[in-house]
Nanobody, 127 residues
């Protein structure tokens, strides 16, 4: 089992940047593909980005491509999401998730492919 704690959320103006972090504890961090999801008020939780166990593969939802970058530091058991050129539609609670993978390269983007979740961190982008 792995425990996940997100940090780095906050209030930012349109066009600004934030860097989210997700600290993992418990079982070996490198055994998991990692992902970021978000949930806006009144909407379902949606996929944002994912990264494979070895960071050899990444995947992004179309709306954040070119603006967000997912990365991980397996030595420090930490996942990151660099968010640049933020827009009001990026406002949501952002969740970190971990998925058990046998493949070193597969990421996954469906909620059902991730086994463990953090509590979330609020990101608010003002216009």
């Amino acid at each position: 089992q792995v425990q996940l704690v997100e940090s780095g959320g906050g209030l930012v103006q349109t066009g600004g940047s934030l860097r989210l972090s997700c600290s993992a504890s418990g079982r070996t961090f490198s055994g998991y593909a990692m992902g970021w999801f978000r949930q806006a008020p009144g909407k379902e939780r949606e996929f944002v980005a994912a990264i494979s166990r070895t960071a050899s593969s990444t995947d992004y939802t179309d709306s954040v491509k070119g603006r967000f970058t997912i990365s991980r530091d397996n030595a420090k058991n930490t996942l990151f999401l660099q968010m640049d050129n933020l827009k009001p539609e990026d406002t949501a609670v952002y969740y970190c998730a971990a998925g058990v993978r046998s493949s070193y390269h597969y990421t996954g983007r469906n909620k059902d492919e991730f086994d463990y979740w953090g509590q979330g961190t609020q990101v608010t982008v003002s216009s």
